[in-house]
């Protein structure tokens, strides 16, 4: 707790200064927290002084709040870029870094419990930076490091204002922010330290090293590739839930199953399932193997019934048996962008409306997936695989534009497809009874084929990889495409 208080005093954060009459002070509370590496063991333990932001009035306490933050495709495409350039990524965690933030509003906050100031016990602290908690301080401590790095000669993203990018001669230093945490790699070790050099000297840093464990993600790079997995957050989520002990499936979903709103079912606790789904969605970020399942289920959250809550343990019991299943980027990989479109046409039997599912590789390297139902109902096959191209172009085009920022570029993007009518219609701007109602929003895949940024290829259904986004499969396809994918398990890799 002194140490924390120290730490104010050094980013000189406050003033004691009289209470005023006229506005209003918000409190503030410690919290204690144990930091944990990647094995659970306990590595810091942690007092922070947080002001009680809920207290803020909008106009008086704050104005502007937004801060942006890396997507998961973001970083994902930086690991599968650091893996095929084969150079190293390092992490490094700002100490204490709201508190760098300047802020303009005059907020004012109590003295700290426990350490409040004996010949001025009611006097308060006028803030000059930012404090955790307030509602504006993400903002605050985003605009001061983007200054700082611009004024390093730095390059912001276009499409990605969290990540910096440095060109010297013919090499480069990327740069990804989320929030806090800071993750960095280049072409030149040089330029790794000279930018560690310039944090260190405008920043308090701590736990400057290679890249190993980053919001959830257990990360490892080694002389091969990158692998990715969250075995650490799988365990302690079944845990939680009293799964660890259930005996494991081969599966997340069975090909007979069909849920639907199930309204004369028995009604279950709608917190515990709505924590499970979302506990499950997190997971999805280095399991793409159970995005469809978890979809699925996310769908009854409303009204969740006992049938709904056997088929979310039906994925707990499937990830019980592959906790140690993740991600695989190996080296040495062909720089391309492909990316995968499926359809199952009117698959929803509660609104009959299909669900789109896309995958999104950068050589063998599965970047990007999703598993959607679409906004509206399908009159044909054709239109369903369509839909689900346009949403795929419109992922396309943000990486591309991504791989831009790294220097690279890319025309003529394949998009594989399994229906030659949605092909036919990406090329013929024909209007017959199949398709003359078609929104115009899903037309603008049309416009970017002929512009030549993407092209639609025929690809048989056997080796669609998108399908294990839009139904459940059979054992062995399901299998099959999970290795297609790069999903292994860790015991299976050589490091």
Same mark, same amino acid.
């Given at each position: 707790?002194?140490?924390?208080?120290?730490?104010?005093?050094?980013?000189?954060?406050?003033?004691?200064?009289?209470?005023?009459?006229? @506005?209003?002070?918000?409190?503030?509370?410690?919290?204690? &927290?144990?930091?944990?590496?990647?094995?659970?063991? =306990?590595?810091?333990?942690?007092? &922070?002084? =947080?002001?009680?932001?809920?207290?803020?009035?909008?106009?008086?306490?704050?104005?502007?709040?937004?801060?942006? =933050?890396?997507?998961?495709?973001?970083? &994902?495409?930086?690991?599968?870029?650091?893996?095929?350039?084969?150079?190293?990524?390092?992490? !490094?965690?700002?100490? $204490?870094?709201?508190?760098?933030?300047?802020?303009?509003?005059?907020?004012?906050?109590?003295?700290?419990?426990?350490?409040?100031?004996?010949?001025?016990?009611? @006097?308060?602290?006028?803030?000059?930076?930012?404090?955790?908690?307030?509602?504006?301080?993400?903002?605050?401590?985003?605009? &001061?490091?983007?200054?700082?790095?611009?004024?390093?000669?730095?390059?912001?993203? /276009?499409?990605?204002?969290?990540?910096?990018?440095?060109?010297?001669?013919?090499?480069?230093?990327?740069?990804?922010?989320?929030?806090?945490?800071?993750?960095?790699?280049?072409?030149?070790?040089?330029?790794?330290?000279?930018?560690?050099?310039? !944090?260190?000297?405008?920043?308090?840093?701590?736990?400057?090293?290679?890249?190993?464990?980053?919001?959830?993600?257990?990360?490892?790079?080694?002389?091969?590739?990158?692998?990715?997995?969250?075995?650490?957050?799988?365990?302690?989520?079944?845990?939680?839930?009293?799964?660890?002990?259930?005996?494991?499936?081969?599966?997340?979903?069975?090909?007979?199953?069909?849920?639907?709103?199930?309204?004369?079912?028995?009604?279950?606790?709608?917190?515990?399932?709505?924590?499970?789904?979302?506990?499950?969605?997190?997971?999805?970020?280095?399991?793409?193997?159970?995005?469809?399942?978890?979809?699925?289920?996310?769908?009854?959250? $409303?009204?969740?019934?006992?049938?709904?809550?056997?088929?979310?343990?039906?994925?707990?019991?499937?990830?019980?048996?592959?906790?140690?299943?993740?991600?695989?980027?190996? /080296?040495?990989?062909?720089?391309?962008?492909?990316?995968?479109?499926?359809?199952?046409?009117?698959?929803?039997?509660?609104?009959?409306? $299909?669900t789109s599912g896309t995958c999104h590789f950068i050589g063998?390297?599965?970047?990007?997936?999703?598993?959607?139902?679409?906004?509206? =109902?399908?009159?044909?096959?054709?239109?369903?695989?369509?839909?689900?191209?346009?949403?795929?172009?419109?992922?396309?085009?943000? !990486?591309?534009?991504?791989?831009?920022?790294?220097?690279?570029?890319?025309? @003529?993007?394949?998009?594989?497809?399994?229906?030659?009518s949605a092909i036919n219609l990406s090329k013929n701007p024909?209007?017959?009874?199949?398709?003359?109602?078609?929104?115009?929003?899903?037309?603008?895949?049309?416009?970017?084929?002929?512009?030549?940024?993407?092209?639609?290829?025929?690809?048989?259904?056997?080796?669609?990889?998108?399908?294990?986004?839009?139904?459940?499969?059979?054992?062995?396809?399901?299998? $099959?495409?999970?290795?297609?994918?790069?999903?292994?398990?860790?015991?299976?890799?050589?490091?």
């Amino acid at each position: 707790m002194q140490e924390e208080l120290n730490q104010f005093e050094r980013n000189q954060v406050w003033d004691l200064v009289n209470r005023p009459t006229n @506005h209003p002070i918000i409190g503030t509370k410690w919290i204690f &927290r144990n930091k944990l590496d990647e094995h659970g063991l =306990v590595i810091r333990n942690k007092a &922070r002084l =947080v002001a009680k932001g809920y207290n803020q009035e909008e106009g008086i306490d704050y104005e502007e709040t937004y801060a942006p =933050v890396a997507r998961l495709e973001a970083i &994902r495409m930086l690991l599968a870029y650091a893996s095929i350039m084969d150079f190293k990524l390092y992490q !490094m965690d700002v100490k $204490s870094a709201f508190l760098n933030g300047f802020i303009q509003e005059e907020v004012y906050v109590e003295q700290p419990p426990g350490f409040e100031n004996s010949e001025f016990p009611n @006097h308060v602290f006028k803030l000059k930076k930012a404090l955790y908690g307030l509602k504006q301080a993400p903002r605050a401590w985003y605009e &001061r490091l983007s200054k700082f790095l611009l004024e390093k000669e730095f390059t912001r993203g /276009k499409v990605d204002t969290t990540l910096f990018i440095k060109r010297k001669m013919n090499d480069i230093l990327l740069v990804q922010i989320y929030v806090d945490d800071i993750i960095f790699g280049a072409t030149n070790d040089y330029l790794c330290k000279e930018f560690s050099n310039d !944090m260190q000297s405008e920043f308090e840093m701590s736990m400057i090293g290679e890249l190993n464990f980053f919001i959830g993600l257990q990360i490892r790079q080694t002389k091969n590739g990158i692998f990715i997995n969250q075995s650490k957050y799988c365990k302690e989520f079944l845990k939680r839930f009293g799964m660890e002990n259930a005996k494991s499936m081969t599966a997340p979903i069975s090909t007979t199953c069909y849920l639907d709103k199930d309204e004369v079912g028995k009604s279950i606790d709608v917190k515990k399932y709505r924590g499970m789904i979302g506990s499950l969605l997190y997971l999805s970020a280095s399991r793409p193997d159970i995005m469809f399942s978890v979809c699925l289920c996310a769908r009854y959250q $409303s009204n969740p019934k006992e049938s709904h809550l056997s088929a979310v343990k039906r994925i707990m019991r499937y990830l019980l048996g592959t906790t140690n299943l993740g991600l695989w980027y190996p /080296k040495n990989m062909p720089f391309n962008l492909v990316g995968y479109s499926d359809s199952d046409f009117a698959g929803c039997k509660t609104d009959r409306k $299909s669900t789109s599912g896309t995958c999104h590789f950068i050589g063998s390297a599965l970047v990007s997936w999703h598993s959607k139902k679409q906004n509206s =109902v399908a009159l044909s096959t054709a239109e369903a695989e369509y839909i689900a191209a346009g949403s795929c172009c419109a992922q396309i085009l943000w !990486m591309k534009q991504q791989l831009s920022d790294f220097g690279l570029s890319l025309d @003529h993007i394949p998009i594989k497809c399994d229906n030659t009518s949605a092909i036919n219609l990406s090329k013929n701007p024909v209007l017959h009874s199949r398709t003359k109602h078609i929104e115009i929003r899903h037309h603008f895949l049309r416009d970017h084929v002929q512009k030549g940024d993407c092209v639609l290829e025929f690809v048989e259904t056997k080796n669609q990889l998108a399908d294990i986004f839009t139904k459940p499969l059979p054992k062995e396809n399901f299998f $099959s495409i999970r290795q297609e994918l790069g999903i292994l398990d860790s015991s299976h890799i050589t490091f």
